[in-house]
Nanobody, 125 residues
């Protein structure tokens, strides 16, 4: 399993970023996927997830300002983030799980089996 994130960077408050995660080495279309972030000194937070059944769920961070999408044809997971705030500054990780459950399970538990290296998002005021 390989997950490679990209799209992070430095933006000002109110800006937007689109994160991408290219997956390989497994059956992407049947896996549950998610985006998880971690700021220095803080716990991991699930931003959004897509269940193996296609359901979508969002965690507290960025709710209403982020959109997750999964392109099975391109083996790619996306996270569109708008109206970014300094509190969104964190390392953003792509995660995958072979457990076949709805998105809500992953949003609530954060239990993924595989993780990418992360892409840094920095929002300045």
């Amino acid at each position: 399993v390989r997950l490679v994130e990209s799209g992070g960077g430095s933006v000002q408050t109110g800006g937007s970023l689109r994160l991408s995660c290219v997956a390989s080495g497994f059956s992407f279309s049947t896996y549950s996927m998610g985006w998880v972030r971690q700021a220095p000194g803080k716990e991991r937070q699930v931003v959004a997830a897509v269940g193996s059944d296609g359901t979508i769920g969002y965690g507290g961070p960025g709710k209403g300002r982020v959109t997750i999408s999964k392109d099975n044809a391109k083996n790619t997971l996306f996270l569109q983030m708008n109206s970014l705030e300094p509190e969104d500054t964190a390392m953003y990780y792509c995660a995958a799980s072979e457990t076949r459950l709805k998105a809500a399970y992953f949003v609530n538990s954060g239990h993924f089996d595989y993780w990418g290296q992360g892409t840094q998002v920095t929002v300045s005021s």
